[in-house]
């Protein structure tokens, strides 16, 4: 569900003809055999494709026409090998739609002082191609972004390769449509926003379906079809019975395993690539969706719960970043305030992403207390411990904002044998105090979507992309 890999980013090398041929051979050929390098390190998630060099204004120009209505192409790295004149690269800079990154390198790491001479200055003068370029970039308000330092070090690959993943994303984000199946929860504010502002701004389509277009996909998925599913849960998961006898807890599970196949049977149909549901309109449904959007949500699908479509899409945008690695839709439930111990419990009533899962889930049937239908099968497990970043949208009527939070997740010490939901906890930074008050004072939702495989900088740079306000608390 998250495949992009057709994906490939083009490298366009600046230059001039002031130098001449031999001098314009020697560029290409350093430019492929980094190119080719770059592409074999094993760090860069997409190929990088060395274009003609970049001498002439009406070069650029078509080199970045072609970036644009080439959908295959997520974005354009660029390098100055030599001094390229600023005003060459403006027409197809203003043009390009397409994220651009400057990478700020040269090909020799160190200067010959034995050999060097003026040739040698001529041909490698990255310096002074830099300012040039980064000049007119600034000047357009190009909102680019800049990886400084030698092209063979693992550190600059890395930059590279996650500004890859964000470029990816930005391109996916004109590729997002979710489906809402029922309206938002009944009276809660920060779930609410202007989806015309957001298609303009992100490229996030958003339809509404009444619960009885999915209730209809429901009734037509066959009893093979649920058992095979089924089989497939028995081989992945541990099975919990509970209280519950084996007939009766089996039968609880299949009513998901129906509104798995069901769902993904819609969205695929439809094209929907994220989704919420609500559990104040399940009319035609047994059960509210838990297990079957925990394993949608595994397979790559954004979601969030009570309708709140612009953390589902923001969770299918930022799962297509992270390759769908350690990175889902959250809530804010309860705080642990004991001195030296403070942290925030996350959870939800059913649907926890598995991707965050640190033990084998086990499947389980408890009542829900909300939603007035049969008791509902989800998947239980404790989440991951690492590094990463919470990030919340919401509409201020003015415009879109985002915040993000470094956190840092941690295993469960205790058990929680009453708890019948998968929980993930962390601590906020810079501290508990400040992180929280901080969250607050800025608007933050109760919605998040967690990643322990991105880093501030990658959601930094998608909002730039995007012109997307933001806020870091770290």
């Known amino acids: 569900m998250t495949t992009v890999s057709d994906k490939q980013f083009w490298f366009v090398v600046g230059s001039q003809h002031l130098y001449g041929e031999e001098a314009l051979g020697e560029v290409k050929a350093h430019a ?5 390098a770059l592409n074999n390190s094993g760090v860069l998630p997409y190929p990088l494709v060395l274009q003609d060099l970049a001498v002439s204004a009406d070069k650029i120009t078509t080199i970045m026409k072609e970036v644009n209505y080439r959908d295959e192409v997520a974005g354009v790295i660029t390098w100055m090998h030599t001094f390229s004149p600023a005003k060459m690269w403006i027409r197809g800079t203003k043009l390009l739609q ?21 040739d040698f200055m001529n041909l490698n003068q990255a310096a002074h191609g830099d300012r040039e370029y980064g000049f007119i970039n600034a000047r357009l308000n190009k909102q680019n972004k800049v990886v400084v330092g030698y092209w063979q070090r693992p550190n600059v690959q890395k930059q590279i390769a996650e500004w890859m993943d964000v470029a990816v994303a930005y391109n996916e984000s004109f590729n997002i449509k979710v489906a809402r199946f029922g309206d938002n929860m009944r009276n809660v504010g920060v779930t609410e926003g202007d989806k015309v502002e957001a298609q303009i701004q992100f490229g996030w389509t958003v339809d509404y379906f009444g619960i009885g277009d999915l209730v209809a996909y429901v009734n037509e998925v066959t009893e093979e079809e649920i058992n095979a599913l089924f089989a497939e849960y028995a081989e992945q998961y541990d099975f919990d019975y509970g209280n519950y006898s084996k007939e009766a807890w089996e039968a609880s599970v299949k009513v998901q395993a129906s509104y798995e196949i069901a769902l993904k049977r819609f969205l695929d149909n439809g094209g929907y690539n994220a989704f919420t549901s ?35 899409a923001l969770d299918r945008l930022l799962k297509v970043m992270a390759h769908n690695v350690n990175t889902g839709f959250m809530e804010d439930y309860t705080y642990e305030m004991a001195e030296g111990k403070e942290a925030i419990l996350q959870s939800h009533m059913l649907e926890v992403d598995p991707s965050l899962a640190s033990n084998k889930p086990k499947v389980l049937v408890s009542p829900l207390g909300i939603g007035d239908r049969e008791d509902p099968a989800r998947l239980v497990f404790d989440g991951k411990a690492g590094e990463g970043v919470v990030v919340s949208m919401a509409d201020f009527g003015t415009h879109y904002k985002l915040l993000i939070n470094e956190v840092e997740a941690f295993e469960p010490e205790v058990a929680a044998p009453n708890l019948p939901v998968a929980r993930v906890l962390w601590k906020v930074k810079p501290n508990f105090q400040d992180g929280v008050k901080a969250w607050i004072e800025n608007g933050g939702g109760h919605h998040t979507v967690v990643s322990l495989n991105l880093t501030t900088d990658q959601i930094v740079s998608y909002a730039k992309m995007v012109g997307l306000e933001y806020v870091i608390i770290k």
């Open 32 to 36: 492929q055999e980094m190119a080719d």
């Open 98 to 118: 397409k994220p651009l990154l400057h990478l700020a390198t040269q090909y020799n790491e160190s200067i010959p002082w034995a050999t060097i001479d003026m």
């Open 278 to 312: 609500n559990f104040e309109d399940l009319h035609g449904m047994k059960q509210l969706p838990g297990l079957a959007v925990q394993r949608l949500m595994a397979q790559g699908y954004g979601f969030a719960g009570e309708g709140d479509w612009k953390t589902a």
